[in-house]
């Protein structure tokens, strides 16, 4: 056995390495993480793959060069997610607060300096959290509400059911009537999480950054 595995070592490592990048495009796919430049990860993964299963078939050092290629494209994504932002005209916003990190692809913003307003919708909300509470087949979503109605919806991981939303005038924003909320203490974004039966307030979002 031990001797098999000795001669076999580089087509092992080529099969497991192909079977691994092919599995993680199929999970970035689900993930909905295709917006913009994130389709590049995917892609990426999949070229990775058939690389993999060309070295397997063909034998070939150039393939496994090729293959080396790709490398700087997770160095270039993880630079991308270190210097967080928001892509708005094709420009790298930073924006102040922290609201828009729950901000969907597609919103209208203004953007003036690092404050980043929505505009289009007017009104909206965020959730993250088991497909079935919001009428999904999917066992993990992320939700967006515009005025009232389901705007957009996108695979999530799983993780801790979260609410984002704005308290105004004694009611929250956008969110469903099928969602007992606690009242906030005060008007503004709050980030709200599910524990045991209901929801429980965490603390509110900076408005500065959107709105």
Not at 4 to 9: G, I, N, R
Not at 118 to 133: D, K, L, N, S
Not at 160 to 187: D, I, T
């Amino acid at each position: 056995m031990r001797a098999w595995v000795l001669k076999s070592l580089p087509e092992l490592v080529a099969l497991f390495s192909a079977g691994g990048l092919c599995l993680t495009g199929v999970e970035l796919l689900l993930m909905g993480h295709t917006e913009g430049v994130q389709l590049l990860a995917p892609l990426t993964a999949f070229v990775g793959a058939l690389l993999g299963f060309l070295g397997l078939v063909l034998k070939r050092w150039g393939l496994a060069f090729a293959l080396a290629l790709l490398a700087p494209v997770g160095v270039f994504r993880l630079l991308q997610h270190v210097e967080e932002g928001l892509w708005v005209a094709g420009q790298r916003v930073r924006p102040e607060g922290d609201l828009w990190a729950f901000m969907a692809p597609g919103m209208v913003v203004a953007v003036a300096g690092r404050r980043v307003q929505v505009v289009e919708p007017r009104t909206w909300a965020h959730f993250q959290g088991p497909g079935p509470w919001v009428g999904a087949s999917s066992t993990w979503v992320r939700v967006w509400w515009a005025e009232g109605q389901l705007w957009k919806r996108l695979k999530g991981v799983p993780g801790e059911a979260l609410l984002v939303a704005r308290f105004s005038e004694g009611c929250w924003e956008s969110v469903p009537s099928a969602f007992r909320l606690p009242p906030a203490p005060q008007e503004g974004w709050w980030r709200l999480r599910h524990e045991g039966e209901g929801w429980k307030l965490m603390a509110p979002l900076s408005r500065t950054g959107g709105a």
